[in-house]
């Protein structure tokens, strides 16, 4: 079987999702991330993984030691990887440059590089850094494809509501 773009298996939904208080306690990254790297149908593996923000692995409003701690992690991680960071800079009176290069700054050490920015409105971004992806270009016209859709987007709703 043959993929078109290398098979990033989403290790943070499996531990997470109908997780909590109410059930079964959430699955650590780690043994996340180990039994990611382990699994095998038919001889074929997954090229890497796909990691997000979320509590309780890394919190939302993650702080530069808990960027330190994903850095790790991730170093640890011999497969390709792809992270979506998801910020808000309003937060912390932060320049969405200064978020960005403090981003950079701690996650270059594990070899994770900014594939695209995505920014929204306001002081809101999206990041995807990457290591290992041989598609990480077609990553980079992710920002345009979102400011486009968000123009469409904004101008139906707005036919619709008849402004």
Not at 20 to 49: C, K, N, W, Y
Not at 60 to 69: F, H, M, T, V, Y
Request: glycine residues 8%; aromatic residues 6%; hydrophobic residues 40%.
């Amino acid at each position: 079987m043959t993929h078109k773009y290398p098979a990033l298996h989403n290790a943070m939904w499996p531990g997470l999702v109908g997780k909590g208080p109410d059930s079964e306690p959430p699955i650590e990254l780690e043994t996340m991330l180990d039994m990611t790297a382990a699994t095998e149908v038919d001889g074929v593996r997954f090229d890497g993984v796909d990691l997000f923000l979320s509590d309780p692995h890394t919190p939302i409003d993650a702080s530069q030691d808990d960027l330190k701690r994903l850095a790790t992690v991730v170093q640890g991680i011999s497969q390709s990887v792809v992270v979506q960071l998801s910020t808000y800079s309003a937060n912390y009176d932060n320049s969405q440059k200064d978020v960005l290069e403090v981003v950079t700054s701690l996650l270059k050490c594990c070899g994770l590089e900014i594939v695209a920015t995505v920014p929204a409105k306001g002081q809101m971004m999206s990041l995807v850094l990457a290591r290992g992806i041989g598609w990480s270009d077609s990553i980079r016209s992710l920002a345009c494809r979102f400011t486009s859709w968000l123009a469409c987007s904004t101008d139906a709703l707005g036919r619709l509501s008849g402004s």
